[in-house]
T-cell receptor
């Protein structure tokens, strides 16, 4: 069964600190992996998207890594800000149908001053 | 630039009442369109997607339906709402040939 699992479920950090979120998936064959940021009550916003040939991709203070062999991805947030408080969702697309995305349940990040 | 709209933003409906949620996209043509539902504590679930006018693919059997009467308009409907239909409904679009999906602001539906 195609699944996407994220850890931790929730995370609390102090402003200015770094953190790393994890994503494991079992989707096969694999097409691409995305990380989204979702503020409470809002639609998700894309941070990065990577295909199987890409190992890392950055978007400002956000850096995503992908290991297609072990089917793992991580999202690293550098020098966290209060505005980083949100849910971060890992999403995987299979190669057979790129319209059917498989979503993780997200990591809820809270950044405190 | 492209913009996606959803309305209403929030909705409270009694069990058994009908539903109509609307989504429109501006600034593009021939988009792929999607309806998702996000239940509390769960990941987004794809409900329907459409690759063209009148073309609807259903992913989850339930009492919901979708229609695409115009190129950039996507409607989610129900004849009789259930309590389990409560959730956060998101519309999304993408250019054909490009992976990226762009989400709308969402509609919070509460069925009482």
């Amino acid at each position: 069964k195609n699944q996407v699992e994220q850890s931790p479920q929730s995370l609390i950090i102090l402003e200015g600190k770094n953190c790393t979120l994890q994503c494991n998936y079992t989707v096969s064959p694999f097409s691409n992996l995305r990380w989204y940021k979702q503020d409470t009550g809002r639609g998700p916003v894309s941070l990065t998207i990577m295909t199987f040939s890409e190992n890392t991709k950055s978007n400002g203070r956000y850096t995503a890594t992908l290991d297609a062999d072990t089917k793992q991805s991580s999202l690293h947030i550098t020098a966290s800000q209060l505005s980083d408080s949100a849910s971060y969702i890992c999403v995987v697309s299979g190669a057979h149908n790129t319209d059917k995305l498989i979503f993780g349940t997200g990591t809820r990040l809270q950044v405190f001053p | 630039s492209q913009t996606i709209h959803q309305w209403p933003a929030t909705l409270v409906q009694p069990v058994g009442s009908p539903l109509s949620l609307e989504c429109t996209v501006e600034g593009t043509s021939n988009p792929n369109l999607y309806w998702y539902r996000q239940a509390a504590g769960r990941g987004l679930q794809l409900l329907f997607y459409s690759v063209g006018i009148g073309q609807i693919s259903s992913e989850v059997p339930q009492n919901l339906s979708a229609s695409r009467p115009q190129d950039r308009q996507f409607i989610l409907s129900s004849k009789k709402l259930l309590l389990s239909d409560s959730g956060f409904y998101l519309c999304a679009w993408r250019h054909r040939g490009i992976y990226e999906q762009y989400f709308g602001p969402g509609t919070r539906l509460t069925v009482t």
